[in-house]
């Protein structure tokens, strides 16, 4: 059984092959790029992820609901 089993999946791994095989054009986009620029890249990213929790937390006192017996 475990023979059938291989020979099935030596059948599709052709198949299976060619359908990862994207070709040149899907080539990731930061190979041809420089170290600057990598590095630049992620700190562009880091601080996007990074500064909507940090503004919640900083602003965190003036978004609390008031109490009813609370001055401004």
Do not use: W
Not at 7 to 15: G, I, N, T
Not at 65 to 71: E, V
Request: positive net charge; proline residues 7%.
């Amino acid at each position: 059984m475990n023979r059938a089993i291989l020979s099935l999946f030596r059948q599709q791994s052709p198949l299976l092959r060619r359908a990862l095989h994207k070709g040149v054009e899907s080539t990731p986009p930061l190979r041809y790029t420089s170290n600057a620029e990598c590095v630049a890249l992620y700190l562009l990213i880091a601080v996007t992820f990074l500064s909507y929790p940090s503004y919640v937390l900083v602003n965190l006192d003036k978004m609390r609901p008031r109490g009813s017996g609370s001055a401004v």
